[in-house]
């Protein structure tokens, strides 16, 4: 059977418009994926009541957020669909997994209003990853901007919302639904709040020769003591997390106040100068003062 010419160029067009996707932009997808899973499980744990496994899913899932946008950036693996995707793993990961398991928890104690509080969360959540989605695009942001986050980021958010879970395996004893409910609004709050926090984008990118070996052990005493002491190592981390919030509030109007001055010298400098004096006339000069013996 012979083509026309014609059905030549369409066939050509379709093997342009389907060419071959590089193995490197598969990767990262495919970590931002095995998250999903990780936080589709934690939700089937929480209500199996292994609370345990049901927060080291969670855990496992905000690490594997940690590193599938650095493996992207690493093997230039970047890829619009991979930034939706990864969107919609933060929503379910740490949006609807840490709001499901408080509700089984402890907020059905509440019924309805315990109901709302977990809905407030996560919905929080995905207004949160709304708003990043659209303020990365802005062109008229400062560079500076990219060391800060707006609003308690969603990963950090679901590990710290949960706290009152990391007490109780601890030992404590369990607090009122009461105060966990308004902790839960008050984490959600501050995710979708104005709060510049640190983002870390630019912590570890660079490490000096002399530090790499003591980074290498530092890490993994990481992540033995998060291994042997996992509810200790949350527990500090959440609280050492929230103290520090003030500081990236601070910082970021120490930047501002920077940036305000710069602008302030540029204007300055950018002014046109003064008029010039013109010399007056010996007719026009005032009368000079008397000589001071």
Same mark, same amino acid.
């Given at each position: ?95 609807? @997994?840490? *709001?499901? %398991? ?10 309805? +209003?315990?109901?709302? #509080? /977990?809905? =407030? ?34 990963? @950090?958010? *679901?590990? %710290? ?10 030992? +404590?004893?369990?607090? #009122? /639904?009461? =105060? ?114």
């Amino acid at each position: 059977m012979t083509f026309s010419p014609l059905n030549r160029d369409r066939l050509e067009a379709r093997r342009r418009r389907f060419r071959a996707i590089p193995v490197r932009t598969l990767v990262p997808n495919f970590i931002t994926l095995l998250a999903i899973c990780a936080g589709l499980t934690a939700i089937r744990l929480g209500f199996e009541q292994k609370l345990e496994w049901a927060l080291a899913a969670i855990v496992f899932a905000a690490a594997l957020d940690g590193i599938d946008g650095r493996v992207a950036r690493l093997i230039k693996g970047q890829s619009r669909f991979g930034a939706e995707l990864d969107s919609l793993a933060d929503f379910v990961n740490f949006g609807c @997994a840490p *709001a499901l %398991i408080l509700y089984q928890w402890g907020l059905f104690e509440y019924g309805n +209003v315990g109901w709302i #509080a /977990a809905l =407030v969360f996560a919905i929080c959540g995905a207004l949160r990853l709304a708003r990043f989605n659209v303020m990365i695009d802005d062109p008229n942001r400062p560079l500076w901007s990219a060391n800060f986050f707006t609003g308690v980021p969603a990963p @950090a958010g *679901a590990i %710290i919302v949960m706290l009152p879970i990391y007490l109780n395996l601890l030992g +404590v004893p369990k607090v #009122a /639904a009461t =105060v966990t409910l308004l902790y839960t609004l008050a984490i959600a709050f501050l995710m979708v709040s104005q709060l510049p926090v640190f983002s870390g984008k630019r912590v570890g990118k660079r490490v000096p020769p002399e530090m790499v070996l003591p980074v290498f052990v530092l890490v993994v005493l990481f992540f033995a003591l998060l291994l042997a002491y996992p509810w200790w190592v949350l527990t500090i981390g959440t609280f050492c997390y929230l103290v520090c919030l003030p500081l990236g509030w601070l910082s970021y109007r120490e930047y501002q106040r920077k940036d305000g001055m710069a602008a302030a010298s540029a204007a300055t400098s950018a002014a046109p100068p003064p008029p010039e004096a013109h010399p007056l006339r010996p007719a026009d000069e005032p009368e000079r003062p008397a000589r001071l013996n």
